[in-house]
């Protein structure tokens, strides 16, 4: 306020007052100067005539009181140019005797406390005192109580009161001093008239209350509301006004705080705008002028944060420096700019990572803490700001102290900060990353736990629109994925990736973080596909990796650590693919990454790991002994630079013992097997038991002992062995089941040989592994990839053949089910009958098994954890312990309770047959001496020579014509002894000694299954004389086979759909004659309202699949076309399209029972997947028909319709109700009718009866 109101010029009564009225004009004229121009000069005279006046005023004169007043004014006004301590204490001082000289019913005591309230505050916001506080707030409060509600200094005194409650506020953090602030400000500028030169100033000091509370509690309404009065305050004030500049960084501190709650650019460009403003108009000596610089080096710094340029990032700490230079020691504010100016430091040190720029930040971290009263609302952050830059040095260094201290400080700001603060998301965050820098470094589960606990309740405080949460969100999926590389949960896998993405959609394409937010997420991808092995989850990590370094300045300090991770991607390309150009570019980018980074820092040990494996895989390649070198020296470099208690050491370890093994295995000193022993031991020892690494390194002490055991052939090696094997599978779940698979097999190699009792154990593991390898949240084609990668068909053979020489049919059974079931079983698990479990529950099931497989769902993975956690509780309950899982023999074994099946398996150390009788009998082993691997493949070759010979391939052209042509007789002769040598090889040495077993156990006839596997598959097992002793079936498993056993006759009365499909379209000459006639013969025996026909034109793919939907019984008279390379994409060909395979799977079928596929190679199955019966046969069995009959080749136009007529009348006989089980029976006939017409083998052959 001006002097002149304390003292005004008419109060003057005797000729001395006329001299002090004098010089007290002269002296309102100075300080009015002053303030319209701000020149220090007229300051200092009105300070000097003031202090005159008050020299000459006697101390009982009535006007002292209010000369006082006025020279406190001005030396306050002197104060706040100029940042003198004296002058703060003179301004003090005078106000005090003011007062005191000021009678308690005066009407200008008011504005005389008022005035020394102010002095209070002036003196409490530089020393920090809270008594000065309090005596401000004691004094506001006897100037308001002096003060009527109509009296017009009311507004002004309520303004004081709620500047100094706030300041209390800002001390003490208490909520009721921040209400009532806002209480007595907005009451303050209700007081103001609109046109009134002070309602600017105090809509200013509301809203800078309401952004308190916005700060506090986080609503966007606060927010808002602070901007509105905030751009009316500067609306409503001169550009030449001296308090423009402090209005204009106020909007722009509110412009700020929007920018950084909803991340709009526009928002920190007008913060930038307004705040070079407020610069602008601040003179250089004025106090307010490091405020403003740092305010303005805090809008920099964002936009630095936000795009990354360095010239932003200079720019901020010239500001930042300059700010804290114009500051005192003795300031309140110098330890908010130290910490401001330790930010912008530390930022450089993480951009361009120099040592003296973090050394730096955390000098001036600590001085700013020093400087902070331990009672301060401040001392929370700034503890949180010192425990980041602890941290940054932890990580460069790695020294403990440096951790235990960041804990330290961490946690003290946590414990300051209350729960409803908005900076309680970000102190959790930070204390949660300094207990994930403990785990990763001591790996303690403890601290892990922690870590989840303490990020997951950030997140929960942190607004969804928060520009936080993207940042939170990612570092929690970081934990989880911590959780999930140690326990190796695949739920912690899935939440990682489901956070990770959030992350990322949630960070703008321009921000800074966004290259991080991609590694991250690329490194969960990268998880994925080591356990689950998708191909599409590799390229998705080497997409998102890739996209990351470009996203990273040449000089920035993660480069090296990207550039690094798509180095370990592009290896993982090479791994699974083998190109020689992935190889070398995982080089030359891990090469960069080491070098990019300096000798000291925590991740060279690292980097040099992954440098020293990829010269190990191109040494692996190429046998290039400097590459075995060179390997060995950076991996014991790694070594020696990872402390004794770190938690890479054992994985450090672990890769140098191989690489010793490797140089063993290739120059046979026995120093570097020792030596790999005993590394490999330690990196053992060194591993938790809880840990998913433990059976890897297990597993790797056992190869390198079985090293040592074929050379000194020492017993307690074998037992040791074989104890590290059994531990190893014993272990959680393992974070990459693909080697755990690799090393089961080599365990059931070595003790194939060297002890052979634990042989079945080793299987055994390897099979338990399937669900993870070939899991059901990846498509058919991704599994079907594994399951030939991994040569799954191979190992089953391999495992039933070693268990039929130990005599163990039942565990060869077993696992020749696990193998023929790994694909088949899976896709039929799709399909599951669900008659014996709750409605409820078989609902859920048919919906998520149908999500999973259609491709309808945009999660697979959760829809499969779903599907897996409710197949869990299914399995809880009484009978439906082993539902969709593999079953053991005495479940098995029931798929005989109609008539016995023969397993036939192929391996090329022998072939053999083991018939199951009959459920309550023993296995029986079938030798088959005379049957050899070679001679089953070269049987199976020349019947696919001799039928692509007579191009039986295709339905609809003439048998005869195409086989004999004017040659008939010659061709005939040489056509029948083809066939005639092929059945008789197959009767004399594997059919023939089947029914002499069976004769054995007193079986002659009736039903009988065959079970052919490998290059038994596809051979026609069924056709060898006698043709009439038994009723023949296949059947892909024994699972498949129980399962349409056990599924109950729907009760809705059936219907047959009949589709006959003469041409594929428009112009197309391929006709197939007979299907009109076939069609009719089965019109002929089928009661019209049980028929449903389908012909010609209106056989199109769309009208198919309606009736496919709606009648369990069909016929599909075609062409079909089997995919050999993907089975799956086997198809029918219709009227203008086709149906294929994975499209019938996809389909929800209601009550399927029977199908006939009267179309050729509908049960051909894929030479390399035959054991997973992937043909089209097999696949309607899989959609859930109980049987079908199809076609091992083509079938001739001629024998459809009579082969049709007498199915259907077999099934429809004397008008009953027909059954899928008399299927068989029914084709046993017409083939019958076929052999007695007198054709020719290769059509009565091809027709074969799968299922019930």
Not at 318 to 345: C, F
Not at 911 to 936: F, Q, W
Not at 979 to 998: G, Q
Not at 1169 to 1186: I, T
Request: aromatic share 6%.
């Amino acid at each position: 306020m001006p002097p002149s109101e304390l003292c005004p010029d008419d109060d003057v009564r005797t000729p001395s007052d006329l001299e002090l009225r004098a010089k007290t004009q002269i002296a309102n004229h100075f300080f009015e100067k002053y303030r319209e121009a701000g020149d220090l000069k007229d300051l200092g005279v009105a300070v000097r005539l003031f202090q005159g006046i008050v020299d000459q005023t006697p101390a009982e004169h009535p006007s002292r009181a209010g000369q006082l007043g006025n020279l406190a004014v001005s030396v306050t006004a002197q104060y706040r140019r100029s940042g003198n301590l004296q002058d703060l204490e003179a301004a003090l001082q005078r106000n005090q005797e003011m007062v005191d000289l000021t009678p308690a019913n005066h009407p200008e005591r008011a504005q005389m406390l008022q005035s020394l309230a102010l002095s209070f505050t002036d003196r409490y916001r530089r020393l920090g005192n809270l008594e000065d506080l309090g005596a401000a707030l004691q004094t506001d409060q006897e100037a308001i109580d002096l003060t009527p509600v109509d009296h017009p200094g009311r507004a002004r005194r309520l303004q004081s009161l709620a500047v100094s409650l706030r300041d209390r506020y800002q001390r003490l953090g208490a909520l009721d001093d921040l209400e009532a602030t806002l209480q007595k400000m907005q009451e303050a500028v209700d007081l103001t008239p609109v046109d009134h030169p002070d309602r600017a100033g105090r809509l200013r000091s509301l809203a800078v209350s309401l952004r308190d509370r916005y700060q506090r509690l986080g609503a966007l309404d606060d927010l808002e509301a602070t901007l509105q009065k905030m751009q009316e305050a500067v609306d409503l004030t001169p550009v030449d006004h001296p308090d423009k500049a402090g209005r204009l960084e106020g909007l722009a501190a509110s412009l700020g705080d929007r920018y950084q709650r909803l991340g709009a650019l526009d928002d920190l460009e007008a913060t930038l705008q307004k705040m070079q403003e407020a610069v602008y108009l601040t003179p250089v000596d004025h106090p307010d002028r490091a405020g403003r610089l740092r305010n303005l080096a805090v809008s920099l710094r964002d936009r630095y944060q936000r795009l990354g340029a360095l010239d932003d990032l200079e720019a901020t700490l010239q500001k930042m420096q300059e700010a804290v230079d114009l500051t005192p020691v003795d300031h309140p504010d110098k330890a908010g700019r130290l910490q401001n100016l330790a930010a912008s430091l530390r930022d450089r040190y993480q951009r361009l990572g120099a040592l003296d720029d973090l050394e730096a930040t955390l000098q001036k971290m600590q001085e700013a803490v020093d400087l902070t009263p331990v009672d301060h609302p401040e001392r929370a952050g700034r503890l949180q700001s010192l425990a980041g830059s602890l941290r940054d040095r932890y990580q460069r260094l790695g020294a403990l102290d440096d951790l235990e201290a960041t804990l330290q400080k961490m946690q003290e700001a946590v414990d300051l900060t209350p729960v409803d603060h908005p900076d309680k998301a970000g102190r959790l965050e930070g204390l949660a990353a300094s207990l994930g820098d403990r785990y990763q470094r001591l790996g303690a589960l403890d601290d892990l736990e922690a870590t989840l606990q303490k990020m997951q309740e950030a997140v929960y405080l942190t607004p969804v629109d928060h520009p936080d949460r993207a940042g939170r969100l990612q570092n929690l999926a970081g934990s989880l994925r911590d959780r999930y590389q140690r326990l190796g949960a695949l739920d912690d896998l899935e939440a990682t990736l489901q956070k990770m993405q959030e992350a990322v959609d949630l960070t703008p394409v321009d921000h800074p973080d966004r290259a991080g937010s991609l590694q991250n997420l690329a490194g969960s991808l990268r998880d994925r596909y080591q356990r689950l092995g998708a191909l599409d989850d590799l390229e998705a990590t080497l997409q998102k990796m890739q996209e990351a370094v470009d996203l990273t300045p040449v000089d920035h300090p993660d480069r090296a650590g990207r550039l690094r991770n798509l180095a370990v991607s592009v290896r993982d390309r090479y791994q699974r693919l083998g190109a020689l150009d992935d190889l070398e570019a995982t080089l030359q980018k891990m090469q960069e990454a080491v070098d990019l980074t300096p000798v000291d820092h925590p991740h060279k040990a690292g980097r040099l790991q992954s440098l020293a494996l990829s010269f190990r895989h191109r040494y692996q390649r190429l046998g290039s002994l400097d590459d075995l070198e060179a390997t060995l020296q950076k991996m014991q470099e790694a070594v020696d630079l990872t402390p004794v208690d770190h938690p890479d050491r054992a994985g450090r370890l672990q890769s140098l013992a191989a690489s010793l093994r490797d140089r063993y295995r290739r120059l046979g000193s026995l120093d570097d097997l020792e030596a790999s022993l005993q590394k490999m031991q330690e990196a053992v020892d060194l591993t938790p038991v809880d840990h998913p690494e433990r059976a890897g390194r297990l597993q790797s002490l056992a190869v390198s002992l079985g090293d040592r055991y074929h050379t000194f052939q020492r017993p307690q090696d074998l037992d040791l062995i074989s104890q590290h094997y059994c531990a190893s599978f014993n272990t959680p779940a393992p974070s990459a089941p693909e080697p755990s698979w690799t090393a089961a097999l080599s365990w059931a190699s070595f003790s194939q040989e060297f002890c052979p009792m634990y042989c079945c154990t080793a299987y055994s593991a390897a099979f338990n592994l399937l669900p993870e390898l070939l899991w059901m949240g990846h498509s058919i084609p991704i599994r079907q990839d594994a399951i030939l990668r991994l040569n799954i068909a191979h190992t089953a053979s391999t495992a039933t053949r070693i268990c039929i020489g130990m005599s163990d049919l039942v565990s060869g059974i077993q696992f020749i089910e696990q193998g023929l079931a790994t694909t088949f079983q899976q896709v039929l698990q799709l399909r599951p009958d669900f008659h014996s479990i709750p409605p409820n529950q078989a609902d859920e099931l048919q919906r998520l098994s149908y999500a999973l497989y259609s491709g309808t769902t945009p999660d697979p993975h959760k829809v499969a954890r779903e599907r897996n956690k409710l197949l869990q509780e299914i399995r809880k309950q009484s009978g439906h312990e082993y539902f969709q899982l593999p079953r053991p023999y005495n479940i098995l074994c029931r798929a005989s309770q109609e008539g016995p099946v023969v397993i036939l398996n192929s391996h090329e150390d022998g072939c053999d047959g083991i018939i199951i009788p009959h459920p309550t009998s023993e296995p029986v082993h079938v030798a088959l001496p005379n049957v050899t691997l070679a001679l089953l493949i070269a049987q199976q070759r020349d019947l696919a020579q001799l039928l692509s010979r007579c191009n039986l391939r295709t339905r609809g052209d003439s048998v005869s014509t195409r086989l004999f042509g004017n040659q008939e007789g010659f061709k005939s002769r040489k056509t029948e002894e083809c066939f005639s040598d092929l059945l008789t090889w197959i009767w004399v040495n594997i059919v023939d000694p089947v029914y002499r077993v069976l004769a054995s156990h007193d079986i002659h006839s009736g039903r009988l299954w065959w079970l052919p596997t490998g290059s038994f598959a596809g051979l026609p097992l069924h056709a060898c004389p006698p043709t009439d002793q038994f009723i023949h079936s296949y059947t892909a498993t024994l699972g498949s086979l129980l399962d349409a056993q056990a599924k109950k006759r729907a009760s809705v009365p059936y219907k047959v759909g009949v589709v006959g499909v003469t041409h594929t379209g428009p112009g197309n000459m391929n006709y197939l004659k007979g299907v009109e006639e076939e069609v009719k013969r089965i019109s002929s025996v089928i009661e019209d309202h049980h028929l449903e026909c389908l012909e010609g034109e209106q056989t199109t793919p769309d009208a198919v699949k309606n009736q496919l939907q709606n009648c369990s019984w069909v016929h599909l008279a075609c062409h079909g076309i089997q995919d050999l390379k993907e089975p799956i994409k086997s198809h029918l060909l219709l009227y203008d399209g086709v149906l294929e395979l994975e499209t019938i799977l996809q389909m929800p079928l209601s009550n399927p029972e029977f199908v006939f596929l009267a179309a050729c190679q509908t049960a051909m199955g894929d030479v390399d997947l035959v054991n997973e019966s992937f043909h089209l046969g097999g696949g309607f069995l899989a959609a859930g028909f109980r049987g079908a009959i199809g076609t091992l080749w083509s079938m001739n136009d001629e024998d459809g319709p009579l082969v049709a007529e007498t199915v259907y009348s077999h099934l429809f006989r004397d008008g009953r109700q027909p059954q899928a089980s008399d299927a068989a029976e029914a084709l046993h006939l017409a083939v019958r009718k076929l052999r007695e017409k007198g054709v020719p083998y290769e059509r009565w052959m091809p027709f074969i009866h799968m299922g019930v």
